[in-house]
Antibody, heavy 120, light 111 residues
Framework: QVQLVESGGGVVQPGTSLRLSCAAS????????MTWVRQAPGKGLVWVAT????????YYADSVKGRFAISRDNFKKTVSLQINSLRREDTAVYYCARRVGATYSQFDQWGQGTLVTVSS | QSVLTQPPSVSGAPGQRVIISCTGSSSNIGAGYDVHWYQQLPGAPPKVLIYGNINRPSGVPDRFSGSKSGTSASLAITGLQAQDEADYYC???????????FGGGTMLTVL
């Protein structure tokens, strides 16, 4: 069955960097665009970034442009999110999700999420 | 402040019908982009409930239905059950922002 497993979260200090990873299994990974969505404690879902199936196109929310970088390795079936210059407001559960079809499509599979806490 | 506006909370008694609205603008829902709905149970990741405005994935009961008109969309839940207590989010695309947008979420309480 389809599985997405995130890792890399933890407690980090402001200004530092972190790399989140999402390992995929159970489907043809290289055929799907992948997305990161975050959810601050007690708050709603916020789209962060999307990468196309082959990695050539990357899209970011304005709030993270320049600090976040999404990438993928289709051989290892992983998608990653590099987060630089971490801020307290980056504290959230980060979910990776699979996008079905075109740009405006839904996210049909989600991981369990990895918690990032930015605190000194 | 979310681009898509949802009521913070709705409630209903078991067996009743509730509707959750999602109001957007001419750069997202009104531009013709599809609306998708997610259910998030406590402590769990979101799960797609409705996609492409009106479609249910296999396994989602027909008590859940979606609609879209103009710059708004709605999720209707009939025959409310205790296990429907969750947060519900709408999602679309915004061509002004150039990315995916979510509603702020609606907490459903089954009385």
């Amino acid at each position: 069955q389809v599985q997405l497993v995130e890792s890399g979260g933890g407690v980090v200090q402001p200004g530092t960097s972190l790399r989140l990873s999402c390992a995929a299994s159970g489907f043809m990974f290289s055929s799907y665009a992948m997305t990161w969505v975050r959810q601050a404690p007690g708050k709603g879902l916020v789209w962060v970034a999307t990468i196309s199936h082959d990695g050539t196109n990357k899209y970011y929310a304005d709030s993270v442009k320049g600090r976040f970088a999404i990438s993928r390795d289709n051989f290892k079936k992983t998608v990653s999110l590099q987060i630089n210059s971490l801020r307290r407001e980056d504290t959230a559960v980060y979910y990776c999700a699979r996008r079905v079809g075109a740009t405006y499509s839904q996210f049909d599979q989600w991981g369990q999420g990895t918690l990032v806490t930015v605190s000194s | 402040q979310s681009v898509l506006t949802q009521p913070p909370s709705v409630s209903g008694a078991p067996g009743q019908r509730v509707i959750i609205s999602c109001t957007g603008s001419s750069s997202n829902i009104g531009a013709g982009y599809d609306v998708h709905w997610y259910q998030q149970l406590p402590g769990a990741p979101p799960k797609v409930l409705i996609y492409g405005n009106i479609n249910r994935p296999s396994g989602v009961p027909d008590r859940f239905s979606g609609s879209k008109s103009g710059t708004s969309a709605s999720l209707a839940i009939t025959g409310l059950q205790a296990q429907d207590e969750a947060d519900y989010y709408c999602q679309s695309y915004d061509n002004s922002l150039g990315g995916v947008v979510f509603g702020g979420g609606t907490m459903l309480t089954v009385l």
